[in-house]
C-alpha cells in the first residue's frame, strides 16, 4: 500500500486514569485523578479532575490530550476520591500542608504503631515506606509484597485495617468477585489486600495466586477468556501489577508456585501482644487523622516524586542486593532516602534477606520427610507393625502409610514446623515423590494411602544423597 509509513513511536500512548505520569511541553508531571463534585455558576455536577503537580487541574475531558493525557477508555465512577476536597484544594492553591510534608513518613509510621503491636523493630518502618510508595507506583518497574504470618489473635488482619485507610485506592478481595478482580487491580491501580479467608477458598485462592504470581513487576499480564455480550469468548490482557498486602499464617501455601508467590514478598511476623491499650484501640475510618495523613501522602508524591524516582535510577549504585531481592527492596530503599533512613532500612532489610537465606539453605520439607519415612521404613522390616496395610508393588513388598498417621511423628522429632500437617504431606508425596496412581497411592474410607518399598525408598534417598542405613544423619 502505498503513502503509508510505519512509525517508530505511537503517537498516543494511554495513560492510566488514577494516578501516571503525562508528558507534554517538554516536561514530564505526575498527576492523580478522581470523582469530584463540581460548580459551574448555579449548576452541579459530579465530574472526573485530573490534578497535576504543579498545581494545574481540569475536569473538562478535551483538555486532557492537551495535557498528554489519553485514556484507553472513560474513568470508573469508583473508587470513591481518597484525596479530599479540602485539602486538594488547598494543594491546588499553592499552601504548604501543616505539619510539613517532611513528616509524612513520621505521620505514617505512628498511624501503624499506634494500632499495632510489632514484635520486629522494623516492620512499621517497611510498612510506612510501603504506604508512602503505593502513591508512585509509576515510578517503579517492581515491587514487593508484605505477607504477615503469626498466630491467632497476634494482629495480621489490624495491619489491613489499618493499610486500609493509609494506601493508595485500597481493595479488600473479599469485596469483590474473583473475576472483577482483574479488572478492578488494573482499573484502580489498586493496592490489593488480602486475608487468610481469601486463600482458604478454592476459587478465589487460584484467582489470587495468578494475580500474585504476575502481579509484582510492570509489564506482566494475566490472560483471561471472558465472555462477550453477543456470548461469544474472547481473551482479555490484565495488567495486574502493583502493591499488595497479604494475611497468610502459614504462608501463601506449599508448591513451587506458591514459593514464587514468597520470594516476591517480605515477610513479616507477628505475635501476641500484651498491650491492653492496642488491642482495646478502634480503628474509626471516619476518624479525621486518617484523612490528614492521606492529604499528606498525596502532597509527598506530588512535591516530592522527582526526587523518588532519581533515588530509584541511582539505587543500582547504592544498594548492594542482587535478583529478586534488588527488585522487592529498591523501590523502598528509594522512598526511604527522601527521609533519611537509608541505613536504618538497610539494617532490617540485611536481617529479613539473612532469615530468607537461612530458611533457603536450611533442609527442604521434602528432604526431612523422605529422611523420617526412610527411617521409619527400616523399623517397619525389622519389626513389622501389627496393624499397618501391607500388599506387594511389583512382587515387592512394602507398607502403606498416611500421611495424617505421620503428624504426630514427625512433630516429635522435628518439633512444630510449618510444612508438618496433613495436606502438605500428601502434595510432597504426591508431587514430589512420585506416588500418584494405584497401587502406589489408594484412597480407604476417605483417607490417602501411600506405598513405601525399599526399592522407591532407596531410589529417591540416592536422588536427594540421603544414606538409606542411615537416614537421620545429615
Known sequence: ?????????????????????????????????????????DSFENAYVIVLDDGRYTANSVDLPKLGITFKKAPDLKPAPRWSPKHLKRFISGLEPNPSVDDTYDMVLSAYKSYIDYVEPGAPVILALYTIQSYLMPLFDTTAYIIFTGTKKSGKSRNLDVAEQLVFNPVRAVDVTPSSLFRIIEDWQATLLIDESDLDMPDRAVTLRSILLAGYKRGNVVLRTERTSR??????????????????????????????????????????????????????????????????????????????????????????????????????????????????????????????????????????????????????????????????????????????????????????????????????????????????????????????????????????GINFDNPLES
Open 231 to 464: 456470548d461469544k469468548f474472547i481473551v482479555e490482557r490484565y495488567d495486574v501489577f502493583g502493591p499488595k498486602i497479604i494475611v497468610a499464617p502459614l504462608g501463601v501455601g506449599h508448591g513451587e508456585r506458591e514459593q514464587m508467590i514468597f520470594d516476591r514478598s517480605i515477610p513479616i511476623m507477628m505475635q501476641r501482644t500484651t498491650d491492653a491499650e492496642i488491642t482495646r484501640k478502634r480503628i474509626d475510618p471516619k476518624d479525621s487523622m486518617w484523612e490528614e495523613i492521606r492529604n499528606h501522602l498525596y502532597f509527598f508524591a506530588m512535591k516530592r516524586w522527582r526526587e523518588v524516582e532519581k533515588n530509584y535510577a541511582e539505587m543500582p549504585s547504592k544498594l548492594d542486593l542482587i535478583s529478586r531481592e534488588y527488585e522487592k527492596w529498591s523501590p523502598l530503599f528509594s522512598v526511604a532516602e527522601c527521609f533519611g533512613l537509608f541505613s536504618e532500612l538497610e539494617k532490617y532489610c540485611r536481617e529479613k534477606v539473612g532469615e530468607i537465606f537461612l530458611e533457603e539453605e536450611s533442609e527442604s520439607a521434602e528432604v526431612k520427610l523422605l529422611r523420617y519415612i526412610i527411617y521409619l521404613f527400616n523399623r517397619m522390616e525389622s519389626n513389622p507393625p501389627e496393624r499397618l496395610l501391607k500388599e506387594e508393588v511389583d512382587g515387592v513388598e512394602g507398607y502403606y502409610i498416611s500421611p495424617s498417621s505421620l503428624v504426630s511423628q514427625l512433630q516429635t522429632h522435628y518439633g512444630k514446623e510449618n510444612w508438618i500437617e496433613t495436606k502438605r504431606i500428601g502434595r510432597i508425596m504426591t508431587n514430589i515423590f512420585g506416588l500418584k496412581t494405584k497401587p502406589l497411592k489408594i484412597v480407604r474410607q476417605g483417607y490417602p494411602y501411600y506405598m513405601l518399598t525399599r526399592k522407591i525408598l532407596e531410589s529417591l534417598a540416592k536422588k536427594y
Open 1 to 41: 500500500m502505498s503513502g503509508v509509513d510505519i512509525v517508530e513511536k505511537p503517537p498516543v500512548q494511554p495513560k492510566k486514569v488514577f494516578n501516571d505520569i503525562a508528558e507534554f511541553d517538554g516536561e514530564r508531571h505526575l498527576y492523580f485523578g478522581g470523582w469530584y463534585w463540581i460548580r459551574s455558576g
